[in-house]
């Protein structure tokens, strides 16, 4: 008996997708990556729209390019390497175009969905006080380390994954985030003090 | 050892940690699949365009392409033109060496010596004792195989003295004698056959349409040696 398309891994649904050309195969893809990427990116880049915007083009970059996916390594690496190259190609952007903004707090204000809706209306607003601080703490922090921090600590991939997105050598990626967490402790000393 | 060191450096950062991995997750826009969709059909859309469609879609490349258009095919008609050869300023090729390359006979073979190159007219007087020319046609005469006639040379110095517009500051005696020469009764090669007929140079013939202007050369070259003995 068939397994149906929900069933299949990653790997067996990019197969799909490449041999049959079937773009349910593709959807539930989507459906499966497009939290998590948006989330990296999110913290990456700082911004929703932004965000989406990378995420969007992740997913037509997969959909065109389909074949350049090689069967030997995982879905996830592959397409969190496209979303990683694109959040940062955008951050190049802003900065050529000096739009960035540390301080662009309004705008994430209303792009937070908190998940934790049982929480206490005084312990609710204290987290989000608090992941507004962390935000901006990782905004500070260079690219380089940020960008395997967020892999590492909010995404939870592994080291050996982070290798394969980020294409660096285990030493730098461990050396990197742990040079990551250490500016970051520099910036949030404040809080874990009180 | 490595797991103490992992350890110790997890414990270092657990409060980072925690707080990186309890920040709240941030999630897609609902409409994220409908506007992916959306940008999807767009593409695909514009991929099954064909080349033709595009192109007539695009009418402000009109102007743009009726231009390039004519500057082509003038730049076309340009280089056609200034290929053909304009005969009234092109000057013939001299070869003042041409002894040295080839053997004798490749003198007499070249198209200059034909006496229409040396008209009377073409001549320009200098009175110059050293004209570079001079040097020009001791070197030829230097260089001039042995095996030919003294008919032979001079016709081919005074060629090129016609060219390079001859200096008539010295006498010329080889041309002198040479136009002056009485047929040879043996009629070789390179010998002046018969008074009437044409001159055989080894292979060159005189055609006799020219002897008229050989004639007036000679005649002209008279006149020039009975001014200078004056």
Known sequence: ?194 | MTKIYKKNEDEQFCDIINSLKQLPKVGASPDFEMNLKRRINSLEHKKKRSFFYYFTLRRSLVPTLALSAVVIITLLLTNRNSQVENQLTTVPELKADSGQSSGGNSLVKEHLIKPENIRADNVIIKKSDNHPSDHLQKQSEATAPADLSAEEQSVASSQKNNAKQLDFGQPDNDLDKSLHAKPDPDGGAGQYDNPGSNVNFGGFNFIPEYDQDTDQLRARMDSLNKLRHR
């Open chain 1, 1 to 194: 008996m068939r397994k149906s398309l929900s069933d299949l891994t990653d790997e067996e649904l990019i197969s799909e997708f490449q041999v049959h050309d079937t773009v349910e195969a593709y959807e539930i893809l989507v459906k499966r990556y497009k939290d998590p990427l948006t989330n990296f990116v999110y913290r990456f880049v700082g911004d929703k729209d932004g965000a989406t915007d990378v995420v969007q083009d992740t997913m037509i970059r997969f959909y065109l390019h389909k074949d350049s996916y090689k069967s030997f390594a995982k879905f996830s690496t592959w397409v969190y390497t496209i979303a990683a190259n694109l959040a940062k190609n955008e951050l190049k952007r802003r900065k050529r175009k000096r739009l960035v903004s540390i301080h662009s707090g309004n705008d994430e204000e209303q792009s937070f969905d908190i998940t934790d809706t049982n929480a206490a209306p005084d312990t609710l607003a204290d987290s989000e006080m608090k992941s507004k601080i962390i935000q901006n703490a990782l905004k500070k922090i260079k690219d380089v380390y940020r960008e395997v921090v967020i892999l590492r600590d909010v995404q939870d991939l592994s080291y050996d994954e982070i290798v394969e997105v980020t294409g660096l050598a285990i030493g730098t990626v461990k050396s990197r985030i742990n040079r990551g967490r250490v500016q970051l402790q520099k910036l949030l000393e404040p809080i874990y003090n009180e």
